[in-house]
């Protein structure tokens, strides 16, 4: 069966409508997930921490709480999401505690007067863990003008995707006008790799596991790639209500710091290990997955030690951003948009 494809105008009328929602019922106080009985300690503040997996993968918090990394502090899994932002619209009207996003979507919500702030890079791009744009072996796209009227599909709008590809045209001299005729679609990124190869979209944005397999089935071949584009950076955070974290300091602490542990973990431990013990968490937690996919696991791809933050991380989105606008340049200011307060990776 066809996968549903969701179309550009449609999907970024949604999200920004989203947006409006999230800034909204945050400062209505409807933020129900972070109040002090959801798996409170002795102390009073939250133990239990509610959030969103991905099917056939092992987040960083995930592989934390497995090493032990968390302490006291557990997780509680309430479902899957492949949207970044949804995921963090879900953490900032309190549905669940934390949610991670394209560091553009963090600054797009921020912009909405919702008051979260980013914790802890979560992914990014190296030379191991990187999306590329990506065509069929026989395919007449060679160049960035080869894109104009062709449908580029990717598993969500308004993020890493199609800021990527954004980028890539604009400096590749395509005019915003032609730019505008580059058709981006929604995916589902299991369906990614089966919808480009049916022919019912021209590039397809692969990343991760699911682009190495891609690449080990053969007939496909790189457009460009978000590495070639800016180089080894961190492109998403995990972000928290402000009032959850100022309420919560010590569950915070514990959260992000062994989150923080988890990728320096992932990167010097033996890459055999690590797809076992990936391998183990998503068989023990019983949702019925394929495990296949997870041996063309390479890397995180956080560029920081511990994950921690730094404005150029945002800057960058600001940037582009207000030059779409997005948002009005000047109304945020990197340092706004995150802490690494409660990052103890490193310290003492």
């Not at 996003?101 to 791009?125: D, E, Q, W």
């Not at 369906?191 to 397809?204: D, F, P, S």
């Amino acid at each position: 069966m066809p996968a549903v494809l969701t179309s550009t105008t449609t999907s970024r009328r949604q999200f920004l409508t989203l947006l409006g929602i999230s800034a909204a019922a945050v400062s209505c106080g409807t933020a129900t997930a972070g109040g002090s009985g959801s798996g409170s300690g002795s102390g009073g503040q939250v133990t239990t921490l509610k959030y969103q997996g991905n099917v056939g993968g092992v987040t960083l918090p995930e592989l934390a709480a497995d090493l032990g990394y968390l302490g006291d502090v557990k997780l509680e899994w309430i479902g899957n999401t492949i949207s970044g932002p949804q995921d963090i619209q879900s953490a900032a009207t309190g549905q669940i505690h934390f949610g991670g996003a394209f560091n553009g979507a963090v600054v797009k919500l921020a912009s909405s007067k919702a008051p979260i702030t980013s914790v802890i890079s979560y992914y990014g791009s190296d030379q191991h863990s990187y999306s590329g744009y990506y065509v069929l072996e026989d395919s007449p796209i060679r160049t960035a003008r080869d894109l104009i009227g062709k449908k580029v599909g990717m598993n969500t709008l308004g993020a890493h995707a199609q800021a990527m590809l954004e980028i890539y045209l604009k400096r590749n001299g395509v005019s915003q006008a032609d730019a505008a005729k580059v058709e981006s679609l929604v995916v589902p990124p299991v369906n990614t790799e089966q919808v480009l190869r049916q022919k019912q979209i021209e590039v397809a944005v692969l990343g991760g596991v699911l682009r190495d397999k891609a690449l080990a089935a053969g007939g496909i071949r790189p457009l460009f790639t978000d590495f070639e584009l800016l180089g080894p950076f961190s492109a998403g955070s995990y972000v928290m209500t402000k009032r959850f974290a100022k309420e919560n300091p010590d569950t915070v602490r514990t959260f992000v710091t062994g989150v923080a542990k988890a990728i320096e973990w992932s990167r010097t431990t033996p890459h055999e290990q690590v797809i076992a013990r990936m391998t183990d968490i998503v068989t023990k937690r019983g949702r019925n997955e394929d495990t296949a996919t997870l041996k063309y696991w390479r890397s995180y791809g956080v560029a920081e030690a511990g994950g921690r933050i730094s404005d150029k991380e945002f800057q960058v989105w600001l940037d582009w951003l207000a030059e779409r606008g997005d948002i009005k340049e000047g109304r945020l200011k990197a340092t706004d948009l995150y802490t690494n307060e409660f990052n103890g990776y490193g310290k003492g």
